[in-house]
């Protein structure tokens, strides 16, 4: 199973980027998978979250109202739309997959099967 996550870049604040996650290897049938950033001298935080046994994306607070997840499972696709980007928004992004459909356990970093490798996100002020 490989992750790989595309779509950053260089946005002014209140700017717009979408990330994707491919997923290779792997069916979308029983699966938690998530958004994780992480700033430069910060540690890796959750962002969005999903999973084959929840209803809707769960968003940070950070975040919540700004962006949204989304699955093609056609393509074996995870997106992140992101809207009104600020500065503090920079960082790595990552996206991780737990196929067991554990979401909370993915959340709390608990239980990652497999990371994508990132793609660097920075919003200028």
């Known amino acids: 199973v490989q992750l790989q996550a595309s779509g950053g870049g260089l946005v002014q604040a209140g700017g717009s980027l979408r990330l994707s996650c491919t997923v290779s290897?792997?069916?979308?049938?029983?699966?938690?998978i998530g958004w994780f950033r992480q700033a430069p001298g910060g540690q890796r935080e959750g962002v969005s979250i999903?999973?084959?046994?929840?209803?809707?994306?769960v968003y940070a607070d950070s975040v919540k109202d700004r962006f949204t997840m989304s699955v093609d499972k056609a393509k074996n696709t995870v997106h992140l739309q992101m809207e009104s980007l600020k500065p503090e928004d920079t960082g790595i992004y990552h996206c991780?997959?737990?196929?067991?459909?554990?979401?909370?356990?993915?959340?709390?970093?608990?239980?990652?099967?497999?990371w994508g490798q990132g793609t660097q996100v920075t919003v200028s002020s």
């Open positions: 991780a997959l737990n196929t067991r459909g554990w979401l909370v356990a993915l959340w709390q970093l608990r239980s990652v099967n497999y």
């Open positions: 290897g792997f069916t979308f049938d029983t699966y938690a």
């Open positions: 999903m999973s084959s046994g929840a209803g809707n994306p």
